[in-house]
């Protein structure tokens, strides 16, 4: 009620570009929040299809086993995995 009022309010300068810039603010934080979440989609994404790290084979602990997945998955045929961590990359 007291928006309504606060628009129609004709002795007020620029009530309605208020209004924008609140509703500009209100936009701006969601597409913040919006790109935070994506984000760490992207890099979950990112650490579950990298290659694996230099010298991976020389790991004795559970690491070892992770690592080898990531060599099988890099060698996939006509390096898709690379293509789609392209895809994945954020410009």
Known sequence: MQFEKFLADKKRLDSK???VEVYEK???DRRRIERDI???????EIEKNRPPEPKWYMLYDREFSKELYRN???LRPHNSNQA????LRDT
Request: glycine fraction near 4%.
């Open 38 to 44: 994506l984000n760490q989609e992207r890099r979950k």
């Open 72 to 74: 099988r998955v890099a």
């Open 26 to 28: 209100i936009l701006n």
């Open 84 to 87: 789609y961590l392209e895809t």
């Open 17 to 19: 570009g208020l209004c």
